[in-house]
């Protein structure tokens, strides 16, 4: 079965959820063949071949360079067709899922989000997926011969199997009605590290008193090369931008550490890091929701706590 992955890229490199689908998709068997669409370093490209791609395609026309949902829809579609593709995998992403939703549409594919494992082909083909924000998971069946698996971040282990591969330009096919909505700008979150792709999340709330306190919360991210991000009532303060949000209304992590200082544990804010593998919470009230869904908890001043646990990281490196 031969299987078509869509790689997204920021600034020219590959995103680790892509390199994620690329993994996926060899480890399903059989031919993998990555694509990306817009600017991307070519050695970029070329690296997917250590993950499993055995063809990697490039449609590297600038009016891609902005991520529009209908025109990528229309290239996939094509390359679909082109590489006879049965399967595209790619990632459940703010992208990847538009995307995803529109492509099986257009071909009549059957189409699963937020898939966490491999296919079961034993008795048809059926995927299980994350549901009621990771709470719980589904067994579905995806019974059209066009089939189209969006996967949750790190539903996959990452390995090199292979070499690096040979990048073939690719000429997608798109119509002038594809972009006619037009992005007249874009912002950009800034950081060293985006949430989406980070690994390791320190995150504050309430209980750092205020704006000026976050500088503890930066420098033990900086040690651990992690990402930060903040509660609801942080961002809606003004005390952090919006980009950092995390929760069921804002972004919505999976990494392999969470930490959460001073957040009491609001069911909003878990329903968007209940995915990450290992929670650890610091908190000085022991009864604090946030506990209950954490693999380690700490009770204590955080003013106290942070500075003494960044200079026991610092020590250990």
């Known amino acids: 079965m031969a299987k ?14 892509s390199i994620e689908a690329v993994c996926y998709a060899h480890a399903m068997g059989g031919p993998v063949t990555a694509i990306a669409l817009g600017a991307a370093e070519k050695s970029e490209l070329e690296s997917l071949g250590k993950y499993g791609a055995s063809k990697i395609l490039h449609a590297a026309d600038e009016k891609l360079n902005h991520a529009s949902v209908q ?45 966490v494992s491999l296919p079961d082909s034993t008795s048809g083909f059926v995927v299980k997926k994350s549901i009621y924000t990771g709470k719980a998971f589904s067994y579905i069946e995806l019974k059209n011969q066009k089939k189209i698996i969006a996967i949750r971040k790190n539903a996959v282990e990452i390995k090199e199997t292979g070499s690096a591969g040979q990048v073939t330009p690719y000429s997608g096919l798109y119509a002038a009605e594809d972009f006619a909505v037009n992005i007249l700008s874009s912002e950009k979150a800034s950081g060293d590290i985006l949430l989406p792709e980070a690994n390791i999340v320190v995150s504050g709330g309430r209980g750092l008193k205020g704006p000026e306190n976050w500088h503890l919360l930066e420098t033990l991210a900086k040690t651990l090369n992690a990402a930060t991000a903040c509660s609801k009532p942080v961002s809606d303060m003004g005390w952090r931008p919006h980009h950092e949000h ?24 878990l329903a968007g890091v209940n995915s990450s593998k290992c929670i650890v919470v610091i908190n000085k009230d022991p009864e604090a929701p946030f506990f209950k869904a954490a693999d380690y908890g700490i009770v204590g001043d955080a003013f106290e706590i942070i500075p003494k646990l960044t200079e026991a990281i610092k020590a250990a490196k």
């Open 71 to 115: 025109a990528y829809t229309s290239v996939l579609s094509q390359a679909m067709q082109d590489e006879q593709a049965d399967v595209l995998v790619l990632a459940n992403s703010a992208l990847g899922t538009p995307v995803a939703a529109r492509l099986a549409a257009r071909i009549k594919a059957s189409l699963a989000s937020n898939v």
């Open 4 to 17: 078509l992955v869509f790689v997204e890229s920021a600034e020219g490199k590959i995103k680790a959820t």
């Open 246 to 269: 995390v929760g069921q209304t804002g972004v919505k992590v999976a990494p392999q550490l969470y930490i959460a200082v001073g957040i009491s544990g609001a069911i909003q804010h």
